[in-house]
Each structure stands twice: as C-alpha cells, then as structure tokens.
C-alpha cells in the first residue's frame, strides 16, 4: 500500500494505491477493501452518568479500559438522541473488564450509566476511541500472476492514521497474505489562535453594556475553520459547611444558582463520608440530574460543574456513624457571551469577533475559547485560550463585627469594593428559642392542617428556623398581610425560611395522608432596628451604636437585606456575635511567659506579660512554701462584667475529692479587657493536688459560655529536698607533709547524652616525691540524676534509685568504702567514697561500670566525674587537715523552682579542734558537681562563707570535659582559733555539695638568734665561734644546713639534724685571726643556705659579725654578739674590738679582757682603741649597707 504524497498535510486529497496479485493456480473474483483508522485518546467526563464522544467519521468504537456493571445496573450506548445502539449488564461484563465496543455509525454517541448506586457503583473508564473511514469496498477479477493496482482519494486529517488494505477470496491458498496496513501521520496546516482581548469601556462600571472585541489570527498556511467562543466567568464567596456530627436524622438542600448562567462550579473544600452508615451527599443540576454522587468520599479540594444556572447539594443522613460531611467556600459561574460556529481565517491573516457583556459589580474573567469542540487538529493547541481580568468598579458592603465602644454596643460595617455605597440599609437582628412549635404528626388519622403565628411588637422582619421538615404536602411561609412569601415541601433540615417583612410571621402546613408529614420550628430571628447610612466610600468602615437592651444574646448585623445594592461579594454581608459577658480562663500550661512573669514579679518589677493560663510560681512546691497560683483572666464578650468573685481550690486528687477553697478576691473586667490576678497557697502534705481556679463560682453573672470559668491544673507537692545540711567529716590529722587533690581527665557522663554507654575511665598522674610515704588515698565517684523509669511512661514513671556500679582502681576491684546520697524529687545523686590507700602510685587510673539503673536498655544515671585526694609524709612542713564529704544536692530558686530560699540551701562543713593562727597558710578547697554552671540564669549563682567572711560567684566554670567545679580559696586572714566554719550556699543554679578540704600548713622560721665573739682578737690565735640556730614558727623542720663563711669565703658547713618549733641549738666553728694587727674579719652565719626550707620568713637566715685584730694581749675575752638577722644579742651593725679596760678602773670589763690595776698604757692603748672602735664602727656601718645593698637591693 502507497499513500501519495508520503507526507500529507490536513485536508490534502492523497492517493492510495493498493497493488494486488493473484499468486495462485487458478483465477478468482476477489473482494477488496480499503479502509482508513484512526485512535483517539478520550480526554472528556462524565456528567449526569454519561460520557459523550463527538467525531466525524463514518463509523466508531469505544475502549473502556475498566467496566464494571453491577448485577441490578446496566450500561447503554446510545445514539444523540437516546436510541440505545448496544448494553452492556453484569453477564455481558463477566470476564476481562478491558474491551472495545462494537462499531456504531453515528456521529455522536452517549455512554449511559444506569442503576449505580454508592454500594454497587458503576464504572465505565473510557480511554479512548477508534474512528473508521472507508476508502474503497469493491470486487476484482484477477488471472493467475495477474498483478492490478487499485486506488482511492483520502481526506487527510491531523495526526496517525493506518491504512488497512484487505483481500477475501473463497479458498484461498495462503490466508496469511490477504492484509497489509501502513501507518501514516497527516502533519497539521492549520494554527488559529486568540490573541487579544480589549474592552469598552476599558475600565467598566455596574451596569455598563461593554463591548468586548477579540482579535483572532490563524499561524498555519492553510485556511482554518472553526467555533471561536467568549465566556464571562466569576468566583462568588459561599460558605456551606454541614454538621459534623449527628444524634438524629437530618436532611437538607441547598441551591446555588445565577440567573443566566450556562454553568455552575461548586467549590468543595472538603467531602468527609467515607464511614459505614445510611446517608448520601449527591450534587443535582437544574434539571435534577445527578452529576456528582459524594457519599462514600474522601477528597479535598474538588470542583463540581453543574450544566445550567443551578446546582443542589442534598445530603441525608439517617443511620450508622456520623460522617464529617462536607464544606464549600465558594462557586463559580459562566455566562456564554458569544459563539461563532464557522470564524474562517485565510493562512497567515487576522480577524476580530465582538461580544456584549452587561457588566457587574467585582473581578470577572473573559475568555476566549478557539476550536473548543477540538475539531481542528492545529500546529499548536496551547495558544486556543485567552484571559482577561477586569473589574467592575461598585461597592461591597461587609458586615465586619459587633463591638463595645464608648458603652454602647456597635455594629461596625465598611465597604471593601472599588466604588461608594449610598443609602445603606443595616439591619440588626436578634435570635428567640423561647417558643419552639413541634406541630406533631400531620396526615392519615392526624390533623391534615395546621397554622401557627409567631409575633414581635419591635420587630421589623422575621424568619423561622426548621430543625427538622418533612412535609407530604405543602408549607408556606406567610406575612402579615396574608400574602406567601415562601413554599416548602419534601424533607429537610436546619434550614431557614426567606425574610418576612413586618412584625408577624406565619407558618402554614397542608399535609397529604402518607406518609405522614411533621415540622419543628427550634428558633427565630427577628429585626429589632432598621439604619440607614447615607454613604461608605471604599476602604472605610462606618461604627453604629445599637440600642440593645437584651443583655446577654446572639446579635446578627446585615448590611443590604433586601439586596437593592449589586455588590462584589453578597456573601459577607452578616456578622454574627453573641454580646455580654465571658469570664475566661485559658487553659493553656505553664509557658515561657509565665517564667517571664514570675521572674519580674520577684524581682519587685512591673510586668504587661498576661499569658492566657494558669500557672503555679514554683515549678517544684514543696511543703511550707508559700506558692502563688495566678491565672489571667479575660473578658472575651462584650459586655462589662461587673464585680465577680474569682476563688483559688485544692484537693488531694490521690486521696480523696474533697475540695477546699483557700482564697478569693473580688474584681471586675470591661469588654476584651485582661488581668492576672495571684491567689495564695501554702501546701502543708505532699500529694498530687488538683488546684481550681474559678470565676463566678456562685454563678452570678450571665455570660456567653458558663463552660470556659473553670480551669484545673494539677500540681505535684513535694517533701522539702534540695535543701541543705552538714558534710560529714571523714578524717583530721596533722602530718609532715602535703596533700594532692585532682579530677584527673574526667569526663562527664550522661544518661541523655550517652545512654547505653557503660563505662568512665578517669586517669590520674600527680608528681608524689620519691622520699615520701601515702598516708591515705581515696578515690571519689560523683554521680546524679539516678531513677528507674522515665518521666515519657506513663506504666513506669520516673522514681529515685542509687546507682549501681563496679569501680576499678589500677585494675583492682575496689568496694564503696562510704557512700553518701540526697534525693530531690524523682531523682537520687550523690559520692561514693573508695579507700585506694594500698593501691595509688600517683599515676592512676579509675574504670567505671555503670549496672544501673536503667529504663529498657538506657541507663538512668550520670557520672559527673572522679576525684582521688593523696596525702603523703614526708620532711616536708607541718600540715594540719580536715577531710569532709558527702553528696548533698541544693537547689535555691525563691522566685521560681523549688522554692526554696538560699538560707535553707546551705552547706556546712565543720573543723573542729583548737589552731594555732599565727604563722599560718590556711586553703580551702571545695568540689561542687554541677556548681556554678546555669544556661538559663547564667553563672556564679552561688556563695562561700568562711567563718564570718563570704564571696559571691565562687563556683563558676566546669572542670575540663567534667560537669565538676573546683574551688580553692585562701582562708588564712579569717581563721578563728576555735571551730572554723565553711558555709556553701546556692542562689539559684543547681549543685551538688561533695567535698571540702581544710589544709593549714605551719612553715618552719630558721633563724641565727645568737653568734658569740671575743672582744677583739690577737692576731695569730683560734678563737671558737658559737652560733645560737632557732626555730621560732610554728612548724618543725627536718636536716638542714648552717654555714660559717669568713669574709666571704666558706668555711664549714655543720648538719643540724632537725628543730621542733620553738628549739634553738649550737652550730660552731674555730677561727683562726690573721697575723696583722688593725684589720677587720667579717663572719658570716646562714641557716638553710641551699633554700631547702620553705619557711615563714625566708628573709632573717643570716647573721655576721666584725672582729678587729689587736696585738698580743687585748683581744682575749669574748665580746658582744655579732649582728644580722633574728633576735640574738649583738649590736646593731658591724661591731668593732675597743680593747679592754685598764686594771683598777671604776668601769665595769663586761666583754673585754680580764680586770686589773691602773696602768697608763694600758689607759692610752684603751683610748686609742676607742678611737679607733669609732672609726671601725662608721667603717663597718657603711659596709654593711653597701653589702646589703648589693644583695637585696
């Protein structure tokens, strides 16, 4: 088969030729056919349970890719005109549910279903159908290897086609050859498309005639025929939403509808049926035909076009659960403006189509529709549809709300349109449910008849509200003139009739015999006044005091009720609200603002924080603590409230439901006014309690909802914990030597952080002297926050529990030698104590293994950290030391929290026995797990005291990757002599109190008291030199040196073994005078030269004397003592030999030589000696600056 051209365009007469053979034995008569086919995908719907399929050929047939048809339903395929070409029932559909239909010559053809119900649906899924054309149907003699060329003119049309050519010949010798097809694609020649929309006037107004003109273009290169359409379309705000829960039947029908519409779109927002049950949610157009059967649903956000000016949504229920039902905010209608069946456009030129369009008030949309029967196969299909938006200026009048304002009620109306409103009519309304009317049973051995009149002096119109109608007959809605307002009939509910005008309103009922018929009337509206407002230009919004004298009730504003105004949206034009009072309390819990609150409040400052809710002031209360329950408290109606009572209730919800009220104050709230109000509660037992707050509990103020004036909050009572008490002391002594104190490399331990992790190593490496001996070591384990449960489990709540380990030390089991623990209010923290005397080296390392406790597979415990404390003797100085421990958790939070004051979050440690407080170097050292550290308050929340001194923020970092603060402070200026007192105390943060060391550490002081000398030395003799060594603090001392140097020179050095503190000894050394007469010899004493001795004052180790050589004969008694440091006898300065006395003089010979008589020599050598002892005096003085000088200086 050849099709000529090979590429035809649409619309182009092509020739196809069929070469046939006769490759037989004989000659026959053969039957050929030629035949054109072409699939197309079906891209229609369903509407009113009929889908329709337009074409042109000659023949067609359908594929459904799903038919289901239920046993009581069937499925028709009839012609345009309802004739019924073909069915299908649940028999003919047994089998594969994909199937093509037969073929149907027709040009249109209609897929009806029947008998769908929601249970049994019907489901015809169409995908797409064939169209049949026939080129050539003939007969051909052909002899045998006679070959004939048969041909026929086709119509090409856009897109792929398959020529089937086929043979039928009687006794055929190869039936396999008889059929040839050729796949052929017609490229498109044609493209018109919608180019512009303009209009006139080009900004419009309400009621305007505009003018609209659409300019058209055809792209392709040959001529395009087709239906060109304009529509105006327009969005309307209107809200439906049904019940969402039913104890009765309950039925009801809404309409939508706009007059002169071709269509109408309802917008569902939600459809919630899907549950098991008897109801329905159908859609129905004018003419009430089911388009849209929603009862079994579940789809959000759904359109549903209805053909003509009106769509009903009727939904019923009777039985089985409540489904959710459904919710509408808007529809949509279009108005045909315009359609042109046959708009001709020559390739490549341009034409205008004009419409007439009666505007209206709001945003409308034009569009212009090319080809939209889609018989034009085009180049491109995407440039058919064109938008215009255009808004018509006019008003919109909005109902916006019912306020209080300068003590009157007020309605407030504004207009959100483009363009001023005049002569607005507000009509206020207010509903009555004093006077239901059940009319009974009406019908077949029941009243057929029945009237009743409803009537309201003030009134100025009135409607009735339906809970429940099902009327076999007729009910109409009569005003006071008589005349029918309104006909109901059928059944519904929650329903409401038109407004009557005037002051009465009638309802009449006419009931047929079966079914019986009945009406429920639950309420009415009347309107009690009537204003008129002269203007409301755009954007603004006009107040209106009401008289309204009914006290609490439901309010309802309508702007333009009669409708005289053509507005932009007709759907927000009521505002409902139910005026007076409404005492409210939130119930929301404790928030961040509430922390905010209390924070200010403590803290003396003014606060416009008013969270809605109620709160306690103490997270934790505990017993004995005055706690402040505040609520904030709103007015939400409109109405003032007057003075009400608002009163504070506990009870024991653990023990029993006896409530109590503890504390009340009167107060008063204007409209949407707040206050936060504090009712006071001191818990004297722990529990649970229910704590109530209520306004008007005596109920004596009407309000809007009398449901919202209770709010409950229970509050855990806890024992007094976190509070403070008295480390234990362990141990005190007194040593020659020093205490180590480290955390090593702790790190910390979480059970959030690292809940299945088992195990802490802590490694220690601390420099202990080679000559030293460990007197104690011990290893101490900080842990907290150890429970079984957790706070989430409901089956298994968090309660307190020690925690259960195994400690290592250098690889040695080692048992708690003491434990101490604290629990606060879930929870257990605490120190275990381990005795690793006979274990420490001074590098060392500690294995932790958590056992428990644990929740499922977590571990309930943290480990902040180890600590090991070394003392060792040694030579060192003396050192007095307190050990005291324990685990003490404290937490002060007065303002919020526990509720505990820093006084009773104190403390103590105590170090008994009598000091010594001179010559003193006192330490306190403190170890504090979680001390310091606070996210929320921030650090340093805390204090130290020692005796009568105290420092704020002692405690402030964390130690290493440790959650353990370390203190050290000297105490030495604030001991007392007796009992020294340490104080730590929390204000604010959290801590847990493990550790205070007190180490006083007495120095020794080494000093030369004494250094004797001969008065004067004869040259060439040995003279022994004694000097005194003491030791005048308060601390021994162990071997140390003293050397004697002679101007400078070394010339011993004598061990002394060691000195008790108040010892002195003898250190001594011969010297030997030099053999020249007038010189001076200087000699130098010093204890602890090397510095080996830490000492009390390392500035009095010295002393030295000055010796003046003589001749033979004056120098042989000992003189004064030398100078220098410490308290020795000697006199101040260098010291010269003056020689001695003359025999028999009145002087007295202390320190000189021997008594005797008078001898002029001597006398002169004496006064010459004397003279000479000045200038040595002077000389040595001014040396003994300069020396020191140079030393110190």
């Known amino acids: 088969v050849d099709v000529m051209p090979q590429h035809p365009y649409d619309d182009e007469r092509a020739i196809v030729a069929a070469k046939v053979r006769n490759q037989g034995i004989r000659p026959d008569l053969v039957g050929i056919d030629i035949s054109e086919y072409q699939t197309v995908n079906y891209t229609g719907s369903e509407y009113g349970g009929v889908r329709m399929i337009t074409h042109t050929a000659e023949e067609v047939r359908v594929h459904f890719e799903k038919l289901v048809v239920p046993g009581v339903a069937r499925v028709d395929i009839t012609d345009g005109d309802g004739m019924v070409l073909h069915s299908y029932d649940y028999d003919s559909t047994a089998g594969s549910e994909s199937r093509w239909s037969p073929w149907f010559a027709e040009p249109v053809i209609r897929v009806v279903s029947i008998g769908s119900t929601t249970s049994n649906p019907v489901i015809t899924w169409i995908d797409r159908y064939e169209c049949r054309n026939t080129l050539v149907s003939d007969k051909l003699h052909l002899d045998v290897n006679e070959t004939a060329l048969v041909t026929a003119e086709w119509n090409a049309t856009t897109g792929d086609h398959t020529i089937l050519s086929t043979l039928d010949s009687v006794g055929d010798l190869d039936e396999e050859n008889n059929a040839i097809a050729k796949t052929v694609y017609v490229s498109p020649s044609k493209d018109p498309a919608a180019i512009a929309i303009t209009t006139d006037p080009e900004s419009p107004e309400n009621g305007d005639c505009v003018l609209v003109n659409v300019s058209l273009a055809n792209h392709g290169f040959k001529p395009s025929r087709c239906a060109v359409e304009v529509w105006n379309y327009r969005d309307e705000n209107h809200t439906i939403e049904t019940p969402h829960s039913f104890d009765d039947r309950y039925a009801h029908r809404w309409t939508i509808s706009h007059q002169g519409a071709d ?130 200026s006019g008003p919109d009048l909005v109902a916006q709300d019912i306020v209080f304002q300068n003590g009157d009620v007020c309605a407030v109306v504004g207009n959100a349109g483009i363009s001023a409103a005049e002569d607005v009519t507000l009509c206020m309304v207010t509903d009555c449910y004093d006077e239901p009317i059940d009319s009974g049973w009406l019908g077949k051995r029941y009243p057929h008849e029945i009237s009743r009149t409803i009537h309201e002096p003030d009134a100025e119109r009135m409607r009735v509200h339906f809970e429940e109608m099902r009327m076999n007959g007729y009910l109409y809605i009569i005003n006071r003139s008589g005349d029918v307002v309104s006909v109901f009939s059928g059944h519904n509910s929650d329903i409401w009739s038109p407004w009557v005008h005037g002051n009465s309103i ?178 004297d037992v722990n529990g649970t309690y229910d704590v109530t707050i209520r306004t008007d509990p005596d109920n004596e103020i009407a309000e809007l909802d009398e449901e919202n004036n209770n709010r409950t909050r229970e509050v855990e009572v806890y024992k007094q914990r976190y509070m403070g008490g008295m480390l234990n002391t362990y141990q005190s002594g007194e040593i020659n030597g020093d205490m180590i104190f480290s955390l090593g490399d702790s790190s910390y331990l979480g059970s959030e952080d690292h809940p299945h992790t088992s195990t802490l190593t802590v490694n220690f490496d601390e420099e202990i002297p080679d000559d030293a001996r460990i007197e104690l070591a011990r290893l101490y384990l900080y842990w907290a926050f150890s429970h079984t449960g957790d706070d989430e489990d409901e089956d298994d709540p968090s309660k307190s529990a020690p925690l259960d380990c195994e400690m290592k030390f250098n690889g040695a089991v080692v048992p708690i030698d003491k434990s101490y623990t604290s629990e606060s209010f879930t929870s257990m923290h605490g120190t275990y104590c381990y005795d690793v005397t006979d274990l420490a080296c001074g590098t060392d390392a500690a294995t932790m293994t958590r056992k428990g406790p644990c929740h499922y597979s977590e571990y309930k415990s943290a480990i902040t950290g180890m600590g090991l404390l070394i003392i060792y003797e040694d030579d060192s100085e003396l050192m007095r030391y307190w050990i005291a421990e324990g685990g003490i958790a404290q937490w002060s939070e007065e303002e919020r929290g526990s509720g505990l004051s820093p006084e009773e979050c104190t403390v103590g440690a105590l170090f008994e026995e009598e000091i010594k407080t001179t010559m003193v170097n006192a330490t306190l050292y403190t170890v504090l797990p979680y001390g310091g550290e606070n996210d929320d308050r921030g650090k340093g929340l805390n204090r130290l005291y020692f005796n009568d001194e105290k420092w704020d923020g002692a405690w402030q970092e964390y130690e290493g990757e440790s959650k353990i603060t370390f203190g050290e402070k000297d105490v030495t200026d604030y001991l007392v002599h007796k009992d020294n007192l340490a104080g730590i105390q929390d204000r604010g943060d959290f801590m847990i109190v493990a550790n205070a060391f007190l180490c006083l550490q007495y120095p020794p002081d080494l000093t030369v008291s004494d250094i004797s000398k001969p008065y004067a030395a004869v040259v060439g003799k040995e003279y022994l030199i004694n000097a005194t060594i003491s030791n005048t603090a308060n601390g021994n001392v162990g071997r140390f040196n003293v050397t004697f140097s002679v101007n400078g020179d070394l010339q011993k050095i004598v061990a002394i073994p060691g000195l008790a503190s108040g010892e002195s000894m003898n250190a001594s050394f011969l010297w030997h005078s030099p053999p020249t007469v007038g010189v001076f010899e200087r000699i130098d004493v010093e204890v602890d030269p090397d510095e080996s001795i830490a000492e009390w004052d390392e500035d009095n180790n010295e002393r030295h004397i000055v010796i003046t050589v003589v001749e033979s004969g004056t120098g042989d008694a000992p003189g004064p003592g030398g100078s220098g440091g410490g308290s020795g006898g000697g006199s101040g300065g260098s010291e010269n030999v003056k020689g001695y006395l003359m025999k028999g003089t009145m002087f007295g010979t202390k320190g000189g030589g021997t008594g005797g008589e008078f001898s002029l020599l001597d006398y002169l050598i004496r006064s010459g000696l004397s003279l000479a002892g000045v200038i040595i005096f002077l000389s040595g003085y001014l040396y003994e600056r300069g020396s020191f000088s140079f030393r110190y200086g």
């Open 263 to 392: 269509f109408i779109y309802v917008h569902f927002v939600r459809v919630s049926t899907d549950v098991i049950g008897d109801h329905t949610l159908r859609v129905y157009d004018r003419n009430d035909t089911l388009i849209a059967d929603l009862s079994c649903f579940s789809i959000d956000d759904v359109w549903i076009r209805a053909v003509g000016d009106t769509a009903v949504i009727a939904f019923d229920y009777n039985s089985g659960a409540s489904p959710w039902g459904f919710s509408v905010d808007k529809y949509m209608y279009s108005k045909l403006l315009k359609r042109e069946d046959d708009a001709s456009l020559d390739a490549g030129k341009s034409g205008h189509l004009n419409a007439a369009w009666n505007a209206t008030t709001g945003e409308h949309t034009i569009v212009v529709v090319v080809d939209p029967d889609d018989m034009v196969k085009e180049i491109r299909e995407d440039n058919n549809v064109l938008y215009k938006t255009i808004t018509v």
């Open 506 to 683: 009638t309802v009449e009922a006419h009931a047929n015999d079966n079914p019986l018929s009945k009406f429920r009337i639950d309420r009415y509206e009347y309107g009690f006044e009537d204003a008129i407002i002269d203007d409301i230009d755009p954007g603004e919004s006009v107040t209106l005091p009401i008289a309204w004298w009914g006290g609490t009730g439901n309010i309802t504003a309508i702007a333009d009720p009669d409708d005289e105004i053509i507005e932009g949206d007709e759907d927000n034009n009521e505002y409902s609200k139910w005026v007076g009072p409404d005492i409210f309390i939130d119930q929301k819990r404790l928030s961040i603002e509430w922390d905010e609150y209390f924070d200010k409040k403590c803290e003396g400052e003014d606060t416009d924080i008013n969270p809605h809710g109620m709160a306690c002031s103490y997270e934790y209360p505990t017993i004995g603590h005055e706690c402040l329950i505040s609520a904030t408290i709103e007015n939400r109606g409109i109405l003032p409230t007057g003075e009400f009572k608002v009163a504070l209730y506990v009870n024991r919800s653990d023990v029993d439901d006896v409530e109590k009220m503890i504390d009340s104050m009167i107060t008063e709230l204007d409209p949407l006014k707040k206050t936060t109000i504090d009712l006071h509660w001191t818990p």
